[in-house]
């Protein structure tokens, strides 16, 4: 992580009674597994997991990945203190969506570098949306969504659902973790990859706690009202999400922004790039493509806009990165203006 501060990283888990899970018909409530990172003064202590052995195993097979030892990413070492105690006060909060069949643990290099520079960030493992999710008592939660990913509507879904979700943790979460006072709550964000990306739109949409949002390389499947929708949002994509490219969704949903946007795409991108996972392809034996951006170049580039932004909308700092390109950053091209299609 970047910033000054040391990690801590705690797990809650929530239960819902006020509806039903939309994928398990058989449960009594929504339940859900929520990961916090927070900064800390505590430098000492047992590393906050990664994953355990089994939603490593899960994770691997569901993705197809072979030729590694399926427990391999519960090995994977974090830069978090496992149940410290928080530090600071008045910390702005982040909320974290990840892709689809994938675990919120998979956008922790982000999430530990926010913490780092002084935010509580809330990962959300949305159960029955990932390949495995697990609860105290043992149980795992496996990807009963992926049933019906490709029934018409599913990802309009998925992200009503995702951002019920985000609503309940923002009720839940005062009384549910005792560093939550900590939290100044007239500042909040989301940040979402892939479909998390979307539901981070529907979220806002839905609840105006959620004063600003960023979509990493997601279609967007929540409906902007016609009107326009005022609160800061930035779209961050690879060259698929350019004007005029394959996903209209942002050309759409642009139009509809009509408060602080940016929209910025990294040349050299992937759909991963935004996530851990190019950081972990070496230990999986995956060869990055030829022309991607390597993976520690993705990750800074993710973790420097993404800064920026919420830097810029819930600490009202001055942010020159996000006016202009930067030479630092020749990568990153602000569009629809000044990026072609290449």
Same mark, same amino acid.
């Given at each position: 992580?970047?910033?000054?501060?040391?990690?801590?990283?705690?797990?809650?888990?929530?239960?819902?009674?006020?509806?039903?899970?939309?994928?398990?018909?058989?449960?009594?409530?929504?339940?859900?597994?929520?990961?916090?990172?927070?900064?800390?003064?505590?430098?000492?202590?047992?590393?906050?997991?990664?994953?355990?052995?089994?939603?490593?195993?899960?994770?691997?097979?569901?993705?197809?990945?072979?030729?590694? *030892?399926?427990?391999? +990413? @519960?090995?994977?070492? #974090?830069?978090? &203190?496992?149940?410290?105690?928080?530090?600071? %006060?008045? =910390? *702005?909060?982040?909320? +974290? @969506?990840?892709?689809? #069949?994938?675990? &919120?643990?998979?956008?922790?290099?982000?999430? %530990?570098? =926010?913490?780092?520079?002084?935010?509580?960030?809330?990962?959300?493992?949305?159960?029955?949306?990932?390949?495995?999710?697990?609860?105290?008592?043992?149980?795992?939660?496996?990807?009963?969504?992926?049933?019906?990913?490709?029934?018409?509507?599913?990802?309009?879904?998925?992200?009503?659902?995702?951002?019920?979700?985000?609503?309940?943790?923002?009720?839940?979460?005062?009384?549910?973790?005792?560093?939550?006072?900590?939290?100044?709550?007239?500042?909040?964000?989301?940040?979402?990859?892939?479909?998390?990306?979307?539901?981070?739109?529907?979220?806002?949409?839905?609840?105006?706690?959620?004063?600003?949002?960023?979509?990493?390389?997601?279609?967007?499947?929540?409906?902007?009202?016609?009107?326009?929708?005022?609160?800061?949002?930035?779209?961050?994509?690879?060259?698929?999400?350019?004007?005029?490219?394959?996903?209209?969704?942002?050309?759409?949903?642009?139009?509809?922004?009509?408060?602080?946007?940016?929209?910025?795409?990294?040349?050299?991108?992937?759909?991963?790039?935004?996530?851990?996972?190019?950081?972990?392809?070496?230990?999986?034996?995956?060869?990055?493509?030829?022309?991607?951006?390597?993976?520690?170049?993705?990750?800074?580039?993710?973790?420097?806009?993404?800064?920026?932004?919420?830097?810029?909308?819930?600490?009202?700092?001055?942010?020159?990165?996000?006016?202009?390109?930067?030479?630092?950053?020749?990568?990153?091209?602000?569009?629809?203006?000044?990026?072609?299609?290449?």
């Amino acid at each position: 992580p970047t910033g000054p501060h040391e990690v801590g990283a705690t797990a809650l888990y929530l239960k819902d009674t006020s509806r039903p899970d939309p994928w398990n018909l058989d449960a009594d409530a929504r339940e859900l597994k929520v990961t916090l990172w927070y900064p800390t003064s505590q430098r000492d202590g047992q590393r906050a997991p990664y994953m355990t052995p089994e939603e490593s195993e899960r994770l691997l097979k569901g993705s197809r990945i072979t030729g590694v *030892p399926y427990d391999i +990413l @519960s090995r994977t070492r #974090t830069n978090a &203190v496992k149940d410290a105690e928080p530090a600071g %006060e008045k =910390l *702005p909060l982040v909320v +974290l @969506s990840p892709g689809f #069949t994938k675990p &919120v643990s998979t956008l922790t290099s982000l999430a %530990e570098d =926010l913490a780092s520079r002084g935010y509580v960030v809330a990962g959300i493992d949305h159960t029955y949306e990932s390949y495995a999710t697990t609860f105290p008592d043992g149980r795992i939660a496996g990807c009963l969504a992926c049933d019906s990913d490709t029934d018409p509507g599913f990802g309009t879904g998925v992200v009503q659902g995702r951002a019920a979700d985000v609503s309940f943790v923002l009720d839940r979460l005062p009384a549910k973790w005792e560093g939550s006072d900590r939290i100044d709550r007239s500042r909040i964000a989301m940040a979402g990859q892939s479909i998390g990306g979307a539901a981070a739109v529907a979220a806002m949409v839905r609840d105006p706690r959620v004063r600003a949002g960023i979509d990493m390389d997601g279609t967007t499947y929540a409906r902007i009202p016609k009107s326009g929708f005022s609160r800061p949002f930035m779209f961050m994509g690879s060259p698929e999400h350019s004007p005029g490219g394959r996903d209209t969704s942002w050309d759409r949903d642009w139009k509809l922004l009509t408060g602080w946007k940016r929209w910025v795409v990294l040349s050299g991108a992937d759909h991963q790039s935004f996530t851990d996972g190019p950081l972990l392809a070496g230990v999986l034996g995956m060869k990055p493509a030829y022309g991607v951006l390597p993976a520690a170049r993705g990750a800074e580039l993710t973790r420097t806009y993404v800064a920026a932004f919420l830097d810029r909308h819930l600490k009202a700092r001055r942010q020159p990165l996000l006016e202009e390109a930067s030479s630092r950053y020749p990568e990153v091209a602000f569009c629809p203006e000044t990026c072609a299609r290449s």
